[in-house]
């Protein structure tokens, strides 16, 4: 069966540059490359014509002797089909598959500039502080750019040069069989250069410690737990990469009087047993430090809540605002004189249902409860 001509297989003319040549070659080894038509011999077939035909055309002398001899150019001594630059091609089509994996392409020098770490200070706040917002000042020990040789790593007056085995690339490649294997080069680590004069401060890294003072605002409302990033404010790149973040973890202090949920706050006060009978006024505290006036109603039992509107701690980023609620716990009286005693015990003898009417209720069922047992 004749072969057919190699212009074809590969959809270009006759008189097509190299750019088009190496272009249709291309599309074609990525349309039926085996790996994206597992298990169809057709398009391994047509894989094996595309790439005869482009090892035929890719180089001028071979090109030349095709167009003058056409396929018997290659019949004596030449290698049919699969030819010793296959490992070659092969290499082509894995750059255009995969060469931008990872952000990098190969085609000439590169230097990578290996980002700064992250970093993360832990910061405690009074909930007053998270209530009204605040600017702190922080230190901070981190790697910072050198200044000496401006995070170049490279003695001053001196630059670094580009890795000799891989050719500034960062990366080496290694054929085995009709694959070829790319690594990150051992020699520069996938920096792309070295250093043959370091710098005598930074040793080379293109950076140093140092602790800084950074000025953080703490917006109102912030919650145990918030997370404050300051872009670029991390450890410094190595030899001048950029510089990572930094993350500054917020803890509120436990308060005296308030327990937070959310934005609402609560607060429990004790009351006495007679302010609690006869209703009152009473001051409880506030967050930002100042008093509040709460009226207590007459009769108010153990646990009641009164809830103050707009009260509590402002929403972060909004204008939103919680409320305060205050929950009075009656107290019992104790180290009594005699004299309250005996006003005591006058205040039960007329004293009636109506005055206790819950435990009144509770005892009585009490009592029905166990006249049922007994019966």
């Known amino acids: 069966?004749?072969?057919?001509?190699?212009?074809?297989?590969?959809?270009?003319?006759?008189?097509?540059?190299?750019?088009?040549?190496?272009?249709?070659?291309?599309?074609?080894?990525?349309?039926?490359?085996?790996?994206?038509?597992?298990?169809d011999e057709r398009s391994e077939h047509r894989f094996k014509e595309v790439n005869?035909?482009?090892?035929?055309?890719?180089?001028?002398?071979?090109?030349?002797?095709?167009?003058?001899?056409?396929?018997?150019?290659f019949e004596r001594g030449g290698p049919q089909g699969f030819s010793g630059d296959f490992s070659?091609?092969?290499?082509?089509?894995?750059?255009?598959?995969?060469?931008?994996?990872?952000?990098?392409?190969?085609?000439?020098?590169?230097?990578?500039?290996?980002?700064?770490?992250?970093?993360?200070y832990n910061l405690e706040v009074s909930l007053r502080e998270a209530y009204e917002g605040k600017?702190?000042?922080?230190?901070?020990p981190s790697s910072i750019t050198c200044n000496t040789c401006s995070g170049s790593g490279a003695k001053p007056g001196t630059s670094p040069s580009a890795c000799r085995t891989c050719g500034g690339g960062g990366k080496v490649r290694a054929s085995q069989g009709f694959f070829t294997i790319e690594r990150t080069c051992p020699a520069c680590q996938g920096r792309g250069e070295m250093i043959e004069d370091p710098c005598p401060d930074c040793r080379g890294s293109g950076r140093v410690t140092k602790e800084r003072t950074l000025s953080v605002t703490i917006p109102a409302g912030v919650e145990d737990g918030t997370r404050i990033r300051l872009a670029n404010e991390g450890e410094a790149g190595l030899r001048g990469g950029p510089p990572g973040d930094l993350y500054i973890f917020l803890t509120i202090r436990p308060h005296e009087f308030f327990q937070r949920d959310g934005a609402d706050l609560f607060c429990r006060v004790p009351i006495s047993m007679t302010t609690a009978a006869l209703g009152g006024r009473i001051e409880v505290?506030?967050?930002?430090?100042?008093?509040?006036?709460?009226?207590?109603?007459?009769?108010?039992?153990?646990?009641?809540?009164?809830?103050?509107?707009?009260?509590?701690?402002?929403?972060?980023?909004?204008?939103?605002?919680?409320?305060?609620y205050i929950q009075v716990e009656v107290e019992t009286p104790r180290n009594l004189t005699r004299k309250q005693k005996d006003i005591l015990r006058e205040?039960?003898?007329?004293?009636?249902?109506?005055?206790?009417?819950?435990?009144?209720?509770?005892?009585?069922?009490?009592?029905?409860?166990?006249?049922g047992i007994g019966e």
Do not use: W
């Open 1 to 39: 069966m004749a072969k057919q001509d190699y212009y074809e297989t590969l959809g270009v003319a006759r008189d097509a540059d190299d750019a088009a040549i190496k272009r249709a070659f291309r599309n074609l080894a990525k349309e039926c490359h085996p790996d994206r038509n597992p298990g």
């Open 52 to 73: 005869e035909a482009y090892e035929a055309l890719k180089d001028p002398q071979r090109r030349a002797a095709y167009d003058q001899f056409g396929h018997a150019a």
């Open 88 to 120: 070659a091609s092969m290499s082509e089509i894995f750059d255009d598959l995969f060469g931008e994996f990872m952000g990098s392409r190969r085609g000439g020098p590169r230097t990578m500039r290996e980002r700064g770490a992250d970093l993360r």
């Open 135 to 140: 600017s702190a000042q922080i230190r901070v």
């Open 285 to 324: 505290p506030m967050v930002n430090g100042g008093r509040t006036r709460v009226k207590i109603l007459e009769g108010t039992q153990a646990g009641r809540q009164f809830r103050l509107k707009g009260k509590g701690m402002p929403v972060m980023r909004s204008k939103a605002v919680g409320d305060m």
């Open 347 to 371: 205040f039960d003898k007329a004293s009636s249902d109506s005055t206790s009417p819950e435990s009144s209720s509770f005892f009585a069922r009490v009592k029905e409860f166990f006249g």
